[in-house]
Each structure stands twice: as C-alpha cells, then as structure tokens.
C-alpha cells in the first residue's frame, strides 16, 4: 500500500504503524496515498473522522493532505508551476468546501521575517494578489475581480515584536473585517532533515500549539479564533535536539547491531528504547533546544518556496469560475 | 512674540493670521512657543480649547506640539540625543495626562516599509522595546520591568498590501488586547521642501484623514478606536503637486511685482488670487497628484529619524519612576 | 513617419527636429522606428553613425534602441512576459554583435538597494541566474549550462555607502574577472511623468556622466573600463526641477496664448525663450535640485520591473543555442 | 594561569595543551589573558611569532586575539558600549602598527545579507561611516575629517550571489583604489554552542581558507591581496555536524565511564578514539555538513553585534588624534 515512497509523512507512518498494530486499521482514520510518477508529486491524505481516531492519533478530527516533490524548491519555474498546480487542486477543493465560491478569506502570513527560514510566511503574503479593498471600491463589475475571492492578508509578526500572541492580532482582525475563511502560511521545523524544503503540508485543522518554527503558544483554528481555518506548512529547519537525538538513536542502534560488539549488544540490551532515550537527551545540551538547523542556501529555498505557494494561492483566489 | 523662527508651522501661522484679522485673538485658541536657542530647538504649542476654536482651525479640540531643530536628521549621536530628550519631555506630559503611570500602550507603525520616505513607522517600531508578553509572563518582578509601560507594538501595513483599513487592523488589535493608549507614528507630507525631515508634529488628537503619505482615509483617534490616541509625525516628502503650486505662485506673484511688467501687473492685476490658483492647477498634470517629492538621501534620513523617535519612546515607555 | 505614438523619446524627437531643421536628416543619424500595436510596444531606434551625427546629437557614437510600452510595469505576467521577449530580442542581437557566443558577462545592478526607486539595478541582480561559479566548477558538460553565458554579477552599491565611485568598483571587479561584455542596470530620471515606467533605454555605449537617479560623475564605458559596456535603463523617477520647469513652462505658454490677457501676451512676447527660463529658474527652490518625484506605489511598481528585465537576461544569457 | 575562564578559545586551549605536552612552552608561541572582571570581558592574545610556532598550531604567524563578554549581544546600550571600547582598543594598536595614522582603509563586510546569521558583515558596514568620498571632494580642511581615516567599504555578496570569488572582487577593488588596510567583518562557525555570540575574534592575518558561516576558499591577507588584512570574526552558528558529533562523543564517552556499563566500558575499551570518531561519522547524515545550527533570536543578535562592532570601527577610524 505504501509502495514507491521514499519517505513518509508522520502522520502515514504512525496510521500505518497503527493500522499493523490494531489489525489493520484504526477506526475513524482514512490513509490515501497518490503517486505522480511523471511530476514527481506524492501526495498523502490522512482523513481522522472520529474522536477515537483523534485520541489514537493525537490530532484533531480534520483533513491532512502532505504533497511531497523532491523539485519543490527549485528555481526550474516548470517544476514549481507543476507542484503550484497540485497544491492549488487541493486548496480549491478545501475552499469550496468550507467557505464557497467567492468568499472573503483573511491570509495570515504566520513567521519572523527577519529570520531567513521564519520568513515563509511574511515572503507568501509579500506575492499575494490582495482584492478586498478594490472590491469594495470598485465592486464586481470589472472582468478581472468578477469570481475573484475577497482577498485581505495579514502579517502579524512575532511575540518578541509585537508583545503580543499572534492568535490575539488574528482573532482581532477577524472580529473587526469578518472573513468567512483566513488561510495560514508557516514554516515549519520538521523531524527530519529528509523532509526539508520538499513537503508541504495542508490541514483545515488550523494551527496546532507548538508546531511552527516560531513554536505557537496557541491553537489557531476555528474554535479559537471563530472562523474556519485552512494551515499552509513547509518545514525549512529542523529542530537542533530532535537531529542529535536522532544521529544518537542510530548510533545506540548501531551498537546494538554490530557483530563486533556482541557485548555491548548485550549491555544495551538491558535497556529499553525509553531508558536509551533517557540516556541521550541528558546529553543534549539545554541550549539546543532553542535553536534550529538550516541549510546555507535556504534565502534562495525560502524564496523559490513562497513564489509556489502565492502562485497557487493567486490561482485558487482570484481565478474564473469555469477555470 | 514670533521671534526668530525662520519657519512657521501650519498652525502657528493660521492661529497668528486669525490672531491678526479677528482682533489679536481667537476664542479657544492658544498658541505658545519656546526657543531653545543653545540646542537649536524650537517648540509651538498650540491648544484648540473649544468648538469654535477647532471650527475657525479646521482642526479637532486637542494639543498640537511642533518641535523644529535644523538637526534632526543628523547621524551625530549628540544632536539627536537633545531632539529625543525634547520629545521624550512632550510625550512623557501627554502619556501621563492620557493614561497615567505604567500604562498598557499600544505602539502603530503606520506606512509602507517598502517604500523608504513612508518606511518610518515600520523602522521606529523595528527599535523599540516590547514588554508586554515579559510583563505577563513574568511580571514586574524584574528590576527593569518594574516601572515600565506593558508595551506592545504593530505594523499594520497598508491598504494595497492588506486590502484592510488600518483603522479596521487597529481596531480589531485594540479590541482584542484592550490598551489604554495608542501611539501612532507616521510619515507625513510637507507643505514646504523647508520643513522636510526636520519637524516633529505631536498631537493627542490622532490621525486625521487625508494626511500622511499614505493618504489615510479614515481618523484613527478616541472616537474611531474607543482609546486615546497620540500621534507622531515627520514631514519626510513633500506633495508634487504642491511644491509645483506653490513655485508657481511664486511666479505669478514675481510676475505681478516686476517693474519692467507693469502691464503683467496689470493684467493680473484683474485675477483675484483664487482665479490665479485656478489657472495653475488646469496646468498642473493630474499624474502629479499621486506622487511625491522626496531627497536623494532618504535612505539615511529615515534610519536618523527613527533611531531617535524610537529613542524617545523606548525612554518614556520604560523608564525608571524617578526619572 | 513617426504615426501613432503618443510620446516620443528624448533621442528621436531630437533627431526629428534637427532632421526638419537641417534638411530633412542630420548625417551620420539613423532613426527607424517600429509598432507592434497588438503587444502594444513601440520601438525607437537612433543609430549614432559618425563623430558629426554625435556631436549633432550630443551623444556618443552608437546605438540608443527604446522600448515604449504601457503595461510594463503591471504584475500581469501575460503582458510582462511580452516586454521581456522584445527586450531579449534587442540584447540578444547586441550581445552577438559586442561578444559572441557563450561569452563571459559581468552584469552590474548600479543604484541604492536602500531607497525603492533607485533599487531596480540591484532587484534585477537579485533574480538574476550567474553561472560562472558553476562552469569554473563544473565545465559545461551539464546540458543546462551548455550554451549558456558565463554570467557573474555584482551590486557596487553608491558612493554616499563606499566612499568609492561604482566606476572604480566597476573597473577593479573588470580588471580581475576579465569578462568579455559589462551589463548595466540603472534606474533613471525621466524627463516628464508621461514616460515614468514604462519605457526600456537600451545602449551599446554604456552610462553617461550624470545620468541616473544617483547621478553618475563618471562615463561607465569600453573606454574606461576597456570592455564593451550594454546600458538598460528605465526612469522610476522624475526630476523635482524638471517637473517644477515643465509645468511652469506651460503656464507661461498659457499666459501667452490666453485672449483675455492680450496684455500679458504682448509683455510676455518681449521675453524670449530663454529669458522666460531664466525667470523660472530663479524662483525654482535651489532644493530641489536634489530631490525627485515619484509615485507612491513605486515599490510595486520597481518589483515588477526588476522581474521582467530579470527575465529578459536570464532567457539571454541562459539560454540553448538553438532558441 | 587560565584562572577563571569558563570557556577557553581554540586558540588558548591548543597553546595551552601543547605546553603541557611539550614541557611548558612551544617556541614561537606566546599566549597572554587578561580578565577584567568588572565589565565581564575575558581576552586572550595568542601570538604566533615563529614558523615553528605556526607548524605547531596550525596557523599563520601573526597575532591572534579573542575577547569573551557574556553580554556582547545585549541590546543594553551600557554593556555593548563598553564591549566596543575594548575592541576599539585592540583594533586601534594594530592599525597603528599596521598602517599608521589617518590611513587610507577599506573595510569589507562578508557574508551573505539574505540569510540572518550570515549578515554580520553586510550589517556592519551599512552602519559604518564612509569618508573617503568627503576627502576626496573637501579635503581635511572640516575639523571634523581632520584626523579620520580615509574610509571606503563594499559588501561583496557570496559566490552563489556573484559567480565570484570574494577574493577577486577584493583584490579588484584593493588594486583599483590602492587602500593601505583592509578591515574585514565575517560570521564564524563556532565549535560550540557556549562560544556562540559571545566571542569576537581579531587577527592581523586576515582570513584563512575554510573559515566562515560562507566556508571561504581563498585566503584572504597580505599576500593574496597585497595589503595588510585586519580579520574581525563573531562566531554565530554553530556547524551542524560538529554539534552532532560533540554531543556524541559525549555520549560514547558516558557509555565508556557508566557503572551500570561495564561490558560497555569494556567493549568501547577495544575502540580508540580515531575509531569511535569513525563510527560517529558514518552515522551522520552527509547533508548535515551543509547545515548550520543558530539560536531562533538570530535577528536581534546580529543587530546588537553589528552596532557593536560598527561602533568600534567608528570610534578608531573616525577619531579625534587626541582622543
């Protein structure tokens, strides 16, 4: 059922672990998987239906679609327009469903853009074809704005700019201009530096506490802010402890394995994967747990990044009905 | 009384003129001024008591302070130390009148960080000092906390960016967080290439619409957003449209004076002042109405110019009780 | 001959005046001109043949290609991707003629990144594909760099930032590097708000002295930097002096031509040309001839710009020899 | 004689070693600590004086000196202002040394401005007062430019910006301009996350080849570039690889010494440290060696260090001779 992928998706991999583990499948979770071969385009969609499905998977009832291309951040603009137009299939199905057709929708570009990696979000917004106040200027009548969403975007900054929690800026400006949809834009820290810069991740779930590069305090969703929430996130770092305690795992791992030593094999043997955990996180220096890992070049990835996503979003936002 | 101002502000000359037609005063007016000759500042105040005050002014009832110093846009550290002094002295009467001791303020950058002249808001609030998530996570507790204002801080952008009103992002802020003052900043739009990058405009009445370079179009003061609202504002460009009228009335009057033109004289004689400007603005190219004037050097102008506005507030907001 | 258009450039108005004032040419001064009126791009070419035709002219030798388009500034990718093939249709023939094939080219963003309209130079080398690294490292076995330019290219920022002339950054960068062929980007100082935007200068004869927004003091050229030198400039801005004298002008005009100021006409009339301007000039604000006018969505405006000139030179300069 | 240093410098701990390895003293090294306690600034200057010295430590004769301050990265103007003063000392006695008063010198800021642990330099330098233009154009006459230095700078970019060496545009610019120093500001890559953002280092044998957040591959000094070469480093990431590996030694070594291990002990006995180093090395992911750790408040550090050492620059070579 997985066949050809290289890589999965945390939540794929743990409903499948699941799945092997309960007999082949949790009630209330729905894995599909979709391989595009020619484009290069693997996309996993994690449907959780019912509270028992969110217990066991320890995410909210929602959708959860991961696209994965190895050329999503290449400056190649016929790759991105590919993987623009596979993100923009899935949005326009969420949009449709949870707001309609032309609907106003806030787009919150979450992030420090300040902060190379953390500037996803500010660079999406930067790109983005606002319509909100050219609607209520001009109104519909000119061709171009005739089926185009009520686009307004927002970015709020972060806490150590503002004094304030994002979800406060987001709820305030939702309260005041009434969006019947707000799109989130993050980069995210990912478990894995397999997975930089060539996943995106799309939820109606809204934004989870503690996910982000920016580690939310808060959830950002429809129960906080009143108004339904689809999250847009690309991991562009990778958390510093989770890559040491990673590389150690394998390094115990190895020490279990290897013939030559049989002794120390057993010696580990004698302890379990929690107390080996154990073991290993007392080693990691606190401090790592405050900074995260990027590649050199992630200016030119950030920015290749936010141009695929504001090009779907554009498309998705301000297209003709037939299109 | 005038002394030795080489420049007048808009207010001071209309409150003198009025002064001069209506018999020395106007009822509810009262216009004040201080040189400090040694640190080359000069300060007007002018205070609209009453309706008719504000009636006859054009301007709402409310404190309106001009600080001018030829130096304000220095890079030497000395100069623009004495100017953020002098700031901080007007601020610091303002906020304890309107909010009193450790108040919750909310700081706007209003402007365009993209475009430099209109940058100024977005930079100040770049150098400022938030507290308030310090303060609310930790409390007073902290030596440096204990007398500071719970300060937070926003750059709503604006409207080709946002699509949104800033009234409306301020609005949804201040109702969700609930300060009990708004510090505005703002670029604005000079009458005169004199007063460019060297003025202080201060006024506890808020941003009125039609001003700023972003041409605002709605009041952000006590009525719009329910808080009292201070307002900061440099002059950084000056109006296409009028730099090119005012140059040209120049003309015309030159015209009107010389000797070798007495039958210009005379002959423009028969335009009264109004049908003058008339002609001058059939000639003036509409295009120059959505643009503005502005030096070469604005680059470092602006970064002046906000390290001692930021200056100012950072030592207002954060002060020690004896100070 | 000159048929529909509404503006014309600078060279070729010049060279149509002369050309009816001297007989119907100026020898040694070719101008042709071209209308693609379904793209909506106009093109002016003045070829600049002998010393007689530049001194004529007031310009070197060479060739002075402008493109004139209304939509080129517009973020819709349809209507820029059409400029940007004219344009590369223009180098592309320059580059054969100066370079070669596959020839090693320094491209240079000239202009200040810090004020918005002088950052097109350093916005188009932001977006710009250099491969010299690349082939030095690699050869051009890869089949995408085949064919293509050895491109490096550099931002030499402004003297008031360097303390050095971009000439002397310029020449240092040349001396080292050895390229076959100087790219130049500038932005520039329109004569009139009708042109601001949406005119392309190309030459072959590099950057004259005192053109530009910062302007130049030194000529960027094969004969001081010893390799051939393609200036592109687009005007962002347009002189504060210029606007004030142009408008002004007008009013003198009008002064002139108006029936009911017979008076005013006859005294105008014993001002000759020059003396009208003499009197403008004395009333126009010394600081202004330091300042410039542009539109308050420059930043957008600069955006779109650098992106479709980008695009001309990577498709130029990166592309396979077949195309 | 380390006395109350927490942490010791590469340079300090190697010396260090080697003496106790080589009966107390490596000729041709001279190492000296100074620690003022009241203001927290710990320096040590390494000396390098002989060939013999240098084949020892693996660098370039010359001097090596490191200052330590916990709170370098402050936004206390108090604490960075008295940082700035002990580096200004230090660069005043080798430019002295080095090129003799009112010097001619060209300070470059490395580093690549879009990624904010890498903007060290470019932030340094556009906080830097750049005279020689001023010189040039007014002579000394000013009091103010009296005795200053002849200051130029340039922001090179990196290699995926340009095509080019840094090198070459340093040696291009330095043969073009003829300065009598170059001055160059770089972000290092720290061996440990203790070191990070709380060292400067200065060296008069400029930069060394693999050094660098950019990983530089020339050498940049006297030889390479024919002028004396000043190198002003801060290390503020950490190498993604090294932190890995450093935590996983630690971890072999725990297994090594654990009680409740012994077999472990016993086994890891057999490895000697080249073959644990192996082990580890093969567990890390390869693509770790392009990656760099840094803290999520990366933007506020690298402004607070730009100001400080910017700061310093400013103090020494714009100073009074008096002072």
Redesign the interface.
């Known amino acids: 059922m997985m066949g050809k992928f290289q890589v999965r998706t945390d939540l794929a991999l743990e409903a499948k672990e699941s799945c092997e583990a309960e007999d082949g499948q949790i009630r209330g979770v729905r894995v599909t998987e979709q391989a595009d071969e020619k484009r290069e385009i693997y996309t996993t969609t994690v449907v959780i239906e019912t509270e028992n499905g969110a217990r066991m998977m320890g995410k909210p009832v929602g959708t959860y679609i991961t696209l994965e291309a190895p050329n999503m951040s290449s400056?190649d603009e016929g790759y991105h327009a590919e993987i623009s137009e596979a993100l923009a299939g899935h949005l326009r199905g969420l949009l449709k469903q949870m707001a309609g057709e032309q609907a106003s929708v806030l787009v919150v570009g979450l992030g420090?853009r300040?902060?190379?990696p953390d500037a996803l979000g500010p660079e999406v917004?930067?790109n983005l074809?606002?319509?909100?106040?050219?609607i209520r200027v001009y109104g519909r009548i000119s061709t171009e704005l005739q089926h185009a969403c009520?686009?307004?975007?927002?970015?709020?900054?972060v806490?150590?700019?503002?004094?304030?929690?994002t979800l406060?800026?987001i709820?305030?400006?939702?309260?005041?201009?009434n969006p019947q949809l707000v799109i989130v834009i993050d980069a995210l820290a990912a478990r894995s530096?397999?997975r930089l810069n060539r996943t995106i991740q799309i939820t109606d779930t809204g934004i989870n506490p503690g996910s982000g590069?920016?580690?939310h305090r808060n959830a950002i969703n429809a129960e906080t802010i009143g108004v339904p929430v689809i999250a847009i996130g690309v991991p562009t770092v990778?958390d510093?402890a989770t890559?040491?305690n990673d590389?150690?795992e394998?390094?115990?791992e190895?020490?279990d394995r290897s013939e030559g030593?049989?002794?120390?094999g057993?010696?580990?043997g004698t302890l379990d994967h929690a107390e080996k955990q154990e073991?290993?996180r007392e080693?990691?220096?606190s401090?790592?747990n405050?900074?995260?890992?990027?590649?050199?070049?992630?200016?030119?990835t950030v920015k290749y990044l936010s141009y695929m996503i504001s090009e779907s979003l554009n498309q998705v936002l301000f297209e003709e009905e037939e299109a």
């Open positions: 400056p420090n300040e902060v190379t917004v930067g074809q606002v319509t909100r106040h050219m009520e686009v307004s975007a927002i970015v709020p900054g806490m150590a700019q503002t004094g304030m929690e406060e800026i709820k305030g400006v939702v309260d005041e201009t530096t397999k590069v920016g580690n990778v510093a890559i040491v590389t150690m394998e390094l115990v190895e020490l030593m049989q002794q120390l057993g010696a580990l073991l290993i080693l990691i220096s401090q790592l405050t900074m995260f890992v990027t590649p050199k070049d992630i200016d030119e």
